[in-house]
Nanobody, 119 residues
């Protein structure tokens, strides 16, 4: 069982920045694909960004050029740097992880952190 603890959410004005962090309770962090998802009120949960063990990244079109996902294997932590924030970025942001070595994929989820973009 892997526990994921997110932090860094909050209230920010449009155009502002936030950095989310997600600490994972596993010594095998280097083998995990890490990701950030978000869910706005009344909407489905959607992927924001992912980073694989080789640090390859993927982003949703809506955040490309504004968000950056990164990982620090020594700290078992993944980050999401969010710049040029828009009101549409308001959502609960969830960290997720799965072991790339596993025969059957199983995603672990954090409890979520609220990001509110408003003036």
């Amino acid at each position: 069982q892997v526990q994921l603890v997110e932090s860094g959410g909050g209230l920010v004005q449009p155009g502002g920045s936030l950095r989310l962090s997600c600490a994972a309770s596993t010594s095998s962090f280097a083998f995990y694909v890490m990701g950030w998802y978000r869910q706005a009120p009344g909407k489905l949960r959607e992927v924001v960004a992912t980073v694989n063990p080789g640090s390859g990244t993927n982003y949703a079109d809506t955040v490309k050029g504004r968000f950056t996902i990164s990982r620090d294997n020594a700290k078992s932590t993944v980050y999401l740097q969010m710049n040029s924030l828009k009101p549409d970025d308001t959502a609960v942001y969830y960290c997720t992880a799965y072991d790339i070595r596993a025969r059957e994929r199983y995603n672990f989820w954090g409890q979520g952190t609220q990001v509110t973009v408003s003036s």
